[in-house]
């Protein structure tokens, strides 16, 4: 129990710190930009380069486990539209935002250091490969839901390569695929390089989080709290029920791969969902306030899931 609270500590931490530094420290927006920069584009991807380079890919079911996730992950995006378009009455496009805040969990920032911790470098391996699909997944499609219904003379096939162009200067994304294609051509791994790597890998993480701590702290929790706790219960809940459901019952998955699924769709509302807000101008208040909520509940709910799954 106490290696269990060491580990969940380690992770929520510095997202705490980070909310601290922010919020009650006069710390300059441009400082805080060029930190967020440093951690997304530079630390991390080469973090995700190296550790794909060196590692062993194991075998296991990756049609079964993208299934598991995602399909709960899309029915529960699918509920959330119809709640915020038959109960909020919100618009198609405002209510596809909605759902992707039900579904869309923060599996960079906070989901990747946390794995990681939970799991080791071997066996995160399958998390990995729900991170590499993510945002490819949920976002192609949450886009076209908006773009078609803000965007109707706009033929399809530009509005998937636009999505797709955009994909792919995800600086994690990149990261993901440049360390596959490394370890797949077998290209070799100076050990002086590897070192400065390494090192650079146990910075990028606490760093993450540290900017993730920012992020929630120019959030509002007040604003939209009715709503955003409906979502919350989608995100946080109904979510990693139906992944687990899924996985457990229906696939018959190991027992690592439930608890990836599982854990993954567990994660809180993924702070990427207001860049969506701020990028189309809509529901901004509820979103924000969402994200906040859903970080919160996700300390209690996650460190549930960790001790049924026997950590």
């Known amino acids: 129990m106490n290696s269990l609270f060491y580990v969940i500590l380690s992770v929520f931490s510095y997202v705490i710190l980070g909310f601290v530094i922010k919020k009650y420290f006069n710390i300059s927006n441009k400082i805080i930009n060029k930190f967020d920069y440093?951690?997304?584009?530079?630390?991390?991807?080469?973090?995700?380069?190296?550790?794909?380079?060196?590692?062993?890919?194991?075998?296991?079911?990756?049609?079964?486990?993208?299934?598991?996730?995602?399909?709960a992950g899309i029915f529960v995006f699918f509920?959330?539209?119809?709640?915020?378009?038959?109960?909020?009455?919100?618009?198609?496009?405002?209510?596809?935002?909605?759902?992707?805040?039900?579904?869309?969990?923060?599996?960079?920032?906070?989901?990747?250091?946390?794995?990681?911790?939970?799991?080791?470098?071997?066996?995160v391996m399958p998390y990995m490969i729900l991170v590499l699909f993510h945002g490819l997944v949920h976002f192609t499609y949450t886009t076209?839901?908006?773009?078609?219904?803000?965007?109707?003379?706009?033929?399809?096939?530009?509005?998937?390569?636009?999505?797709l162009i955009g994909l792919f200067k995800n600086a994690v994304l990149v990261g993901i695929f440049f360390g596959i294609s490394l370890n797949y051509f077998k290209i070799p791994q100076p050990t002086n390089l590897l070192n400065i790597l390494n090192i650079i890998s146990e910075i990028a993480l606490?760093?993450?989080?540290?900017?993730?701590?920012?992020?929630?702290?120019?959030?509002?929790?007040?604003?939209?709290?009715?709503?955003?706790?409906?979502?919350?219960?989608?995100?946080?809940?109904?979510?990693?029920?139906?992944?687990?459901?899924?996985?457990?019952?229906?696939?018959?998955?190991?027992?690592l791969l439930v608890m990836t699924v599982t854990l993954a769709a567990a994660l809180p509302s993924g702070s990427q969902t207001y860049y969506f807000a701020f990028r189309y101008n809509s529901q901004k208040e509820l979103?924000?306030?969402?994200?906040?909520?859903?970080?919160?509940?996700?300390?209690?709910?996650?460190?549930?899931l960790i001790i049924l799954f026997g950590f």
């Not at 584009?41 to 299934?67: C, D, E, G, H, R």
């Not at 909605?98 to 470098?121: D, R």
């Not at 076209?144 to 999505?163: A, C, G, P, V």
């Not at 979103?287 to 549930?304: A, D, G, K, P």
């Open 38 to 71: 440093l951690s997304f584009n530079i630390l991390l991807p080469i973090a995700l380069i190296t550790y794909f380079w060196q590692i062993n890919f194991p075998s296991f079911n990756t049609l079964s486990l993208l299934f598991a996730f995602f399909g």
């Open 79 to 123: 509920i959330g539209y119809q709640i915020a378009y038959y109960k909020f009455k919100f618009t198609v496009d405002d209510s596809a935002l909605i759902g992707l805040a039900s579904c869309f969990g923060n599996s960079v920032a906070l989901g990747i250091p946390l794995m990681h911790t939970l799991f080791g470098k071997l066996n």
């Open 144 to 163: 076209l839901l908006i773009e078609s219904y803000r965007n109707r003379s706009l033929k399809i096939h530009m509005q998937i390569l636009s999505s």
């Open 206 to 255: 606490p760093c993450v989080l540290l900017s993730l701590g920012f992020a929630l702290a120019t959030f509002n929790l007040i604003l939209s709290l009715k709503k955003s706790a409906i979502l919350t219960f989608l995100k946080n809940i109904l979510h990693p029920l139906i992944a687990f459901t899924i996985s457990k019952f229906f696939l018959n998955l190991d027992e």
């Open 287 to 304: 979103v924000s306030s969402n994200i906040v909520l859903s970080t919160f509940v996700s300390f209690f709910t996650l460190s549930i």
